[in-house]
């Protein structure tokens, strides 16, 4: 061996000279290998190559194949594919899904003894050894099993995790090792193509070659092949396009297909190819002349790859691919959860439901057009299933396109109902519906649904209010209500959350902690959408290198919902934790993953878990009736019967505009704002009407109504909702504040009367004010 190395590097005629003896040596060695392996010439030179031989390792780790991730949504019962995703496009086949058409190509046009000769063919070594010396390069000699070792190597080599310049470089030097124009290469695949065919047979090598085999690109198997550049199954390809397949192998990059350039060269190669298989009977002379006479026609199908293949659901795509590189089930690290993803072949099965996707997608693009011309008008909604978590839609008004656009009217490559997280977006200030956990809060200090507070916009000295048990600041907090003329004086709770009254939130605010607020809301599903950043911008990481969410904003102003922003899907996670009644379930887009045995693999689940008192959500989910039935929510109110309740939500200047609904089945969140500009929506229209009008800052009425009803159309809901307990309704814990002081508080009813949530607004569903009002500059929203 070392006489070989210094054979090649002393270059000259007399170094090819011994590198051919050297090597026709090893050759003679490998052939008393294979034809006496029971020889032993002690103390021989033979007898030293052959131990020098044997010495080298003999078993090839063959490791699972490349193979493409799919993502799947259900549309009619049916699993249906949305998007797929791989380093290397191919799909591993099984013996008898190759047709003899494929077969008898593959060894005409690699070796055509193959079923003759052992792992190493000896009259091809000597060729090649004669070739060598002639030509002064490495030429053929190799089997198909050789081949094949080869391959392995190269996979194992492209499969390395490339993360730095050092682990960048250990993957460059084991390709360059499996790849290398040397004898010692060769002699290495042949030892271990030996051990190769002690442990399969004939058929299992050749298919393994078929699945792992190069075909120009991306393109790896026979399989993806025929489906890339023929558009048909392999077991479905006819002679010529069988030789003309494989005519690729033999120089991926030169004879791929879909480079015109490549055609003839590709075609001198297949007609080759088709003369071997005449040579040796595989095929008739008329097979030969009729095929060998064919220009070469393709149909290059491009893979399904990325979620832009996705159509309507390519948003959802986008959240579940975050999901998977974001989540350590699927790894320790980011790069090894990338590397899962696009090498293991998994099959994703999502918890969108494909046919209503389509419908609130349809239900977006009628009331909030993609380029309005005017305004870069957004609008996206997310419903969520209670007790499961499971996404069922998720849609917005733009066009995905990976890379952005200059048309960003019509374009994104931002998820708007994620978080910065799992869609690059950073969630939009929630307004009105916010203030549903303000309540919450309001409650469980103490204090009921029955009491009065002063619901009057005005200036509270900022150390009124509490955080974390310390006097919040100094100074003035100034704030208005949506229409000063009507909304003044006391009113109770439930008249308060009906009418969406900023003065009655903030005197709720002041007797409540605002770190419990904070807190309340997170545990809820109700979290901040942008990620923690350190001093120097940078993301805070946790264990696993997944950023962490930035906890909500603690101030006066978040009792309204215009501190932070958060995405809709988790607006939606919380009202589906008062739905169910206390229980949590966090948001998840994947109900299962197989792998390519079909063995189940670890996704994130729900995890639901008690995070509030049940009574607690009761009185909760009894107080955002009021806004359907006599309040801001009266345009988003069905006539099928099922229990909805829920809070509208306008920011400063009608900036965003929101919907967030429930019944107990499914929450839906809907927004509709603006994407870049600070455009009132009051005072922009939509090319459609909607039941209460036409501006923007109505259309979520509209686009809510048409996804929550078939929501409730499949999934269903209860008709009723529990009464709360007493002690929610009536009395309470005593206001502090001066500012805040009711004039009177009402007493218990007697045990006759029953409690009542107000009554209805006069109409048809759907009426009501044209706008619910939005916040005005220094205060809060409706």
Request: hydrophobic share 35%.
């Given at each position: 061996?070392?006489?070989?190395?210094a054979a090649l590097r002393a270059g000259g005629k007399l170094s090819a000279l011994l590198a051919f003896f050297a090597?026709?040596?090893?050759?003679?060695?490998?052939?008393?290998?294979?034809?006496?392996?029971?020889?032993?010439?002690?103390?021989?030179?033979?007898?030293?190559?052959?131990?020098?031989?044997?010495?080298?390792?003999?078993?090839?780790?063959?490791?699972?194949?490349?193979?493409?991730?799919?993502?799947?949504?259900?549309?009619?019962?049916?699993?249906?594919?949305?998007?797929?995703?791989?380093?290397?496009?191919?799909?591993?086949?099984?013996?008898?899904?190759?047709?003899?058409?494929?077969?008898?190509?593959?060894?005409?046009?690699?070796?055509?003894?193959?079923?003759?000769?052992?792992?190493?063919?000896?009259?091809?070594?000597?060729?090649?050894?004669?070739?060598?010396?002639?030509?002064?390069?490495?030429?053929?000699?190799?089997?198909?099993?050789?081949?094949?070792?080869?391959?392995?190597?190269?996979?194992?080599?492209?499969?390395?995790?490339?993360?730095?310049?050092?682990?960048?470089?250990?993957?460059?030097?084991?390709?360059?090792?499996?790849?290398?124009?040397?004898?010692?290469?060769?002699?290495?695949?042949?030892?271990?193509?030996?051990?190769?065919?002690?442990?399969?047979?004939?058929?299992?090598?050749?298919?393994?070659?078929?699945?792992?085999?190069?075909?120009?690109?991306?393109?790896?198997?026979?399989?993806?092949?025929?489906?890339?550049?023929?558009?048909?199954?392999?077991?479905?390809?006819?002679?010529?396009?069988?030789?003309?397949?494989?005519?690729?192998?033999?120089?991926?990059?030169?004879?791929?297909?879909?480079?015109?350039?490549?055609?003839?060269?590709?075609?001198?190669?297949?007609?080759?190819?088709?003369?071997?298989?005449?040579?040796?009977?595989?095929?008739?002379?008329?097979?030969?002349?009729?095929?060998?006479?064919?220009?070469?026609?393709?149909?290059?199908?491009?893979?399904?790859?990325?979620?832009?293949?996705?159509?309507?659901?390519?948003?959802?795509?986008?959240?579940?691919?975050?999901?998977?590189?974001?989540?350590?089930?699927?790894?320790?690290?980011?790069?090894?959860?990338?590397?899962?993803?696009?090498?293991?072949?998994?099959?994703?099965?999502?918890?969108?439901?494909?046919?209503?996707?389509?419908?609130?997608?349809?239900?977006?693009?009628?009331?909030?057009?993609?380029?309005?011309?005017?305004?870069?008008?957004?609008?996206?909604?997310?419903s969520v299933q209670v007790g499961t978590g499971r996404v069922l839609t998720m849609v917005q008004n733009k066009t995905?396109?990976?890379?952005?656009?200059?048309?960003?009217?019509?374009?994104?490559?931002?998820?708007?109902?994620?978080?910065?997280?799992?869609?690059?977006?950073?969630?939009?200030?929630?307004?009105?519906?916010?203030?549903?956990?303000?309540?919450?809060?309001?409650?469980?200090?103490?204090?009921?649904?029955?009491?009065?507070?002063?619901?009057?916009?005005?200036?509270?000295?900022?150390?009124?209010?509490?955080?974390?048990?310390?006097?919040?600041?100094?100074?003035?907090?100034?704030?208005?209500?949506?229409?000063?003329?009507?909304?003044?004086?006391?009113?109770?709770?439930?008249?308060?959350?009906?009418?969406?009254?900023?003065?009655?939130?903030?005197?709720?605010?002041?007797?409540?902690?605002?770190?419990?607020?904070?807190?309340?809301?997170?545990?809820?599903?109700?979290?901040?959408?942008?990620?923690?950043?350190?001093?120097?911008?940078?993301?805070?990481?946790?264990?696993?290198?997944?950023?962490?969410?930035?906890?909500?904003?603690?101030?006066?102003?978040?009792?309204?919902?215009?501190?932070?922003?958060?995405?809709?899907?988790?607006?939606?996670?919380?009202?589906?934790?008062?739905?169910?009644?206390?229980?949590?379930?966090?948001?998840?887009?994947?109900?299962?993953?197989?792998?390519?045995?079909?063995?189940?693999?670890?996704?994130?689940?729900?995890?639901?878990?008690?995070?509030?008192?049940?009574?607690?959500?009761?009185?909760?989910?009894?107080?955002?009736?009021?806004?359907?039935?006599?309040?801001?929510?009266?345009?988003?109110?069905?006539?099928?019967?099922?229990?909805?309740?829920?809070?509208?939500?306008?920011?400063?200047?009608?900036?965003?505009?929101?919907?967030?609904?429930?019944?107990?089945?499914?929450?839906?969140?809907?927004?509709?704002?603006?994407?870049?500009?600070?455009?009132?929506?009051?005072?922009?229209?939509?090319?459609?009407?909607?039941?209460?009008?036409?501006?923007?800052?109505?259309?979520?009425?509209?686009?809510?109504?048409?996804?929550?009803?078939?929501?409730?159309?499949?999934?269903?809901?209860?008709?009723?909702?529990?009464?709360?307990?007493?002690?929610?309704?009536?009395?309470?814990?005593?206001?502090?504040?001066?500012?805040?002081?009711?004039?009177?508080?009402?007493?218990?009813?007697?045990?006759?009367?029953?409690?009542?949530?107000?009554?209805?607004?006069?109409?048809?569903?759907?009426?009501?004010?044209?706008?619910?009002?939005?916040?005005?500059?220094?205060?809060?929203?409706?």
């Amino acid at each position: 061996m070392s006489v070989t190395q210094a054979a090649l590097r002393a270059g000259g005629k007399l170094s090819a000279l011994l590198a051919f003896f050297a090597v026709a040596a090893i050759a003679g060695t490998l052939i008393a290998c294979l034809v006496t392996p029971a020889v032993a010439i002690a103390g021989s030179a033979t007898g030293k190559q052959i131990d020098a031989f044997q010495s080298l390792p003999e078993n090839l780790e063959i490791t699972p194949l490349d193979q493409k991730a799919r993502i799947y949504a259900k549309s009619k019962g049916k699993q249906v594919l949305l998007a797929s995703f791989f380093n290397q496009n191919r799909d591993v086949v099984k013996w008898d899904d190759i047709p003899k058409t494929v077969k008898d190509a593959t060894l005409a046009a690699e070796d055509v003894r193959f079923y003759q000769h052992g792992p190493v063919d000896p009259n091809g070594i000597a060729r090649a050894l004669v070739s060598n010396f002639m030509h002064k390069d490495i030429q053929g000699a190799s089997t198909i099993s050789q081949q094949y070792v080869k391959n392995v190597c190269v996979q194992q080599a492209e499969a390395m995790p490339v993360t730095d310049k050092k682990s960048a470089a250990a993957a460059k030097a084991a390709y360059e090792k499996c790849t290398d124009r040397s004898y010692n290469r060769k002699i290495r695949e042949m030892r271990l193509a030996i051990g190769l065919e002690k442990k399969y047979d004939k058929n299992e090598i050749l298919l393994g070659y078929l699945n792992i085999a190069g075909f120009g690109g991306r393109t790896y198997g026979i399989e993806a092949a025929s489906q890339y550049y023929y558009d048909k199954r392999a077991e479905d390809l006819d002679i010529g396009q069988a030789a003309t397949l494989i005519s690729i192998v033999n120089n991926p990059e030169a004879f791929r297909l879909d480079k015109k350039a490549n055609l003839p060269g590709a075609e001198g190669r297949r007609n080759y190819v088709l003369a071997t298989e005449r040579d040796h009977g595989m095929i008739t002379a008329e097979e030969y002349e009729k095929y060998s006479t064919q220009p070469i026609k393709t149909t290059i199908t491009q893979p399904s790859t990325g979620c832009q293949t996705a159509g309507t659901a390519a948003f959802f795509c986008t959240y579940v691919y975050n999901t998977i590189l974001t989540s350590p089930e699927f790894g320790k690290t980011t790069a090894e959860r990338q590397a899962s993803l696009m090498t293991k072949g998994w099959r994703i099965y999502t918890t969108l439901d494909l046919d209503l996707q389509r419908k609130a997608q349809k239900a977006v693009d009628r009331y909030v057009p993609q380029k309005p011309g005017y305004a870069d008008v957004g609008a996206a909604s997310t419903s969520v299933q209670v007790g499961t978590g499971r996404v069922l839609t998720m849609v917005q008004n733009k066009t995905f396109k990976p890379n952005g656009a200059k048309n960003r009217t019509k374009y994104s490559a931002v998820n708007y109902n994620t978080d910065e997280l799992l869609g690059a977006g950073a969630g939009f200030q929630p307004g009105s519906t916010f203030k549903a956990f303000t309540m919450i809060g309001w409650l469980k200090s103490g204090h009921t649904l029955g009491q009065t507070v002063n619901g009057n916009g005005r200036t509270i000295p900022m150390s009124n209010f509490t955080a974390c048990g310390r006097t919040y600041g100094y100074g003035p907090y100034q704030f208005k209500n949506d229409d000063p003329r009507i909304d003044k004086g006391n009113f109770d709770i439930q008249s308060g959350t009906a009418r969406s009254i900023n003065g009655v939130f903030m005197s709720m605010a002041q007797e409540q902690d605002l770190c419990d607020l904070q807190k309340i809301a997170q545990s809820m599903g109700v979290t901040n959408g942008l990620i923690k950043r350190n001093k120097k911008d940078e993301a805070v990481r946790d264990k696993n290198g997944i950023p962490e969410s930035k906890p909500l904003d603690v101030t006066p102003a978040m009792a309204m919902g215009t501190a932070s922003s958060v995405a809709p899907l988790n607006m939606a996670v919380g009202y589906t934790t008062i739905a169910n009644k206390g229980v949590r379930c966090d948001a998840i887009g994947i109900d299962r993953i197989l792998d390519v045995d079909g063995k189940k693999v670890k996704v994130p689940g729900a995890d639901c878990r008690r995070v509030q008192d049940e009574q607690l959500m009761i009185a909760a989910g009894y107080d955002l009736r009021n806004p359907v039935q006599r309040g801001t929510m009266t345009p988003d109110r069905l006539s099928d019967g099922k229990y909805l309740f829920g809070k509208t939500g306008t920011t400063d200047d009608a900036k965003d505009t929101w919907v967030m609904g429930s019944t107990t089945k499914v929450s839906t969140a809907v927004w509709v704002g603006n994407v870049t500009g600070k455009v009132n929506l009051r005072r922009v229209y939509s090319p459609a009407a909607c039941n209460t009008g036409s501006q923007f800052a109505v259309m979520r009425h509209c686009i809510f109504q048409a996804i929550q009803r078939t929501m409730n159309a499949k999934y269903g809901g209860a008709a009723g909702w529990p009464t709360p307990l007493p002690q929610y309704l009536y009395g309470g814990k005593a206001i502090q504040h001066a500012d805040a002081r009711p004039q009177s508080t009402p007493k218990p009813p007697k045990k006759d009367d029953k409690p009542s949530v107000g009554k209805p607004a006069v109409g048809k569903p759907g009426g009501g004010k044209p706008d619910d009002g939005g916040k005005k500059p220094g205060g809060g929203n409706r």
